[in-house]
């Protein structure tokens, strides 16, 4: 229906999350009709931003250094993680103002239907920060959905037994089914505040 270069750049657009067959022709039809210099202005942002941002190797936030700012930051509570799903749950978490700790991200969560189990998360490495530097307690802020709750579950069976560590999880306070990133500062914060332990009960 449409010339190659227009076909592929829908398909392009259509291979993003959230954005469905009609809205990738919207976006393809706009950026087609906007001046050069602000289509190229784009094409730019992405490539710098791919070369530039990688991930922390201490928690695997995304960083443009080897440690990002907040594992970087002496002044924060080594012993008190916050796991979360990925970057974007960073942001809304700090939103807050109600965490001092470190953050670990997992960069997903368990869903068999999917092929994700704990093996492709960043478990291991949760494991060895736990070991080495101290923790105390392990926030856990996956989302409250299947998928979260599951990994929620999976975190609190591994780590529950071991010595001097305490296993939370978010209080009452965010709907479940939603997600992190979209919850106000408000709602966040006095979930996070009034957050409780996990058990296997």
Sequence with gaps: MYSAPIQELIDEF??????????????????????????????????????????????????????????????????????VEDARDVIAVERTNEFSGKYHVLQGTINPIEGIGPEQLRITELMRRIGEEG???VIVCTNPNIEGEATAMYLARLLGPTPGLTVSRLASGLPVGSDLEYADEITLGRALTGRRLITDA
Excluded: M, Y
Excluded at 43 to 61: D, G, L, M, P, Y
């Design 14 to 83: 259509g291979r993003l999350p959230g954005v469905g067959p009609k809205s990738a022709q919207r976006i393809a039809f706009h950026l087609l009709r906007v001046p050069t210099a602000e289509a190229e202005r784009l094409a730019k942002s992405i490539v710098e931003a791919k070369a530039r941002v990688k991930f922390c190797q201490t928690c695997f936030n995304l960083s443009e250094l080897d440690r990002c700012e907040i594992c970087a930051d002496d002044q924060r509570d080594r012993t008190l993680v916050c796991v």
């Design 135 to 137: 923790v105390t307690e």
